[in-house]
């Protein structure tokens, strides 16, 4: 008879599992038509009573008690059962060499776009499957560990490491066990048909029917394969000083670093959506020797920051790409020394290359750049925030 995965017995007195003379569980789908009739005797799990077989073609196979019994706890049979099964499935792992998964829940951060701006980092909570056979290579049931008594111990050979596995039919991990802070997986078991999932290599615990204690969450760093669709804002000054900005995805920024055409890109590393703030970073660029004409810059224009400039010598509204062209042009130096350089951005520069100061003319900033060696790359690439608190 074909072994079903689960068995549905209406009867909770008949079972899948009984003992043989020598103690070893026997599945009554492990044997055969001819053990029909013969009088090898079986015991139940739970109750110790003799047990029979019934193996015919129209009921589904199972062991019965012989006598009747009202003193066998169901609940008992089903957690000796799956302490049995899985203590076995994970003895044959370690012997064969087999790997046994536990799928973890892990913070996983793409790295992928952090050689261009440090804080480009995406955080994402996911599911990792761990080989835990590899470090535990030892299954106890019921072993004594710590003042405890787990329902099975899996150890090591080579570390004082230890998880506890506990089975849950109808009691729950006992608190105690809990605060100790060791380890725990709790498989909750309700009926016969869940014990066939004990037989698989692998414990998921995003399952329902899994609890996890004590586990601290590993992170993980990775480069993701797809393209990254989150937005970065960025400022940009060409080689003919006119400023732009936009907002890009993060998937095309190093192609952005690479452009001949402009002579500064400023990216600010806090701000992934929305607009950086533009005049600020007119005179961050302007502050750190890139050459920039801007009506932003002059000393005669106000109504900066509402999007409206006015030129206070002309007595009209003034564009920011006027100053190319204005004979009245004057940088306002009072009010660039007033202004505080921003700890969150990073410049890709041709001058900054060619002064070889660094991105930013100042000691604390050199600390944190790192020169790109290579002779096909032209920017300097800070791997650090410029400034620190």
């Known amino acids: 008879m074909e072994e079903p995965q689960e068995t549905k017995l209406k009867n909770q007195h008949n079972h899948r599992y009984a003992?043989?003379?020598?103690g070893l569980l026997i599945d009554v789908f492990s044997l055969s038509d001819k053990n029909r009739g013969q009088s090898t005797p079986f015991f139940?799990?739970?109750?110790?009573?003799?047990?029979g077989t019934r193996m015919g073609s129209k009921n589904t196979w199972h062991f019965y008690h012989i006598s009747n019994t009202t003193n066998c706890s169901y609940e008992g049979y089903l957690h000796y059962v799956a302490k049995e099964i899985f203590a076995s499935t994970y003895k044959q792992c370690i012997q064969e060499g087999i790997p046994f998964g536990l799928l973890l829940p892990v913070e996983k951060k793409c790295i992928k776009y952090s050689k261009l701006i440090d804080g480009a980092i995406c955080v994402s909570d996911d599911l990792e499957l761990f080989d835990i056979s590899k470090v535990f290579d030892t299954v106890d049931i019921e072993?004594?560990?710590d003042g405890f008594v787990p329902d099975i111990l899996l150890s090591s050979s080579y570390s004082k490491d230890v998880v506890?596995?506990?089975i849950a039919v109808?009691?729950?991990?006992?608190?105690?066990?809990?605060e100790s802070g060791s380890r725990i997986i709790e498989l909750n078991i309700s009926s016969e048909g869940e014990l066939f999932g004990l037989k698989k290599h692998e414990i998921d615990t995003s399952d329902p029917a899994v609890s996890i204690y004590n586990f601290q969450k590993k992170t993980i760093e990775t480069e993701c394969e797809i393209e990254c669709s989150r937005d970065v804002s960025i400022f940009t000054v060409n080689k003919s000083n006119i400023c732009g900005r936009d907002n890009i995805k993060m998937s095309n920024l190093e192609d952005?670093?690479?452009?001949?055409?402009l002579q500064c890109l400023i990216i600010d590393s806090e701000i992934y959506e929305g607009m950086m703030n533009y005049e600020n970073n007119i005179f961050n660029a302007y502050k750190q020797g890139i050459e920039i004409s801007n009506c932003n810059l002059?000393?005669?224009v106000s109504g900066r920051g509402s999007g409206l400039l006015h030129c206070n010598i002309l007595n009209k509204r003034a564009f920011e790409n006027d100053a190319l062209r204005c004979k009245e042009y004057e940088v306002d130096s009072e009010l660039i020394s007033s202004i505080e350089p921003s700890k969150s951005i990073y410049i890709y520069s041709d001058k900054a290359k060619e002064n070889e100061t660094g991105v930013f003319k100042n000691e604390q900033a050199q600390q944190h750049k790192e020169v790109v060696k290579s002779e096909e790359e032209r920017l300097i690439r800070p791997v650090l925030p410029f400034f620190e608190e």
């Open 256 to 261: 952005i670093t690479k452009r001949r055409d």
């Open 164 to 166: 506890f596995v506990e």
């Open 143 to 145: 072993k004594p560990h």
């Open 170 to 178: 109808t009691h729950k991990c006992d608190s105690k066990k809990i």
């Open 19 to 22: 003992l043989d003379e020598n």
């Open 44 to 51: 139940c799990c739970s109750c110790g009573s003799r047990m």
């Open 298 to 300: 002059c000393r005669h």
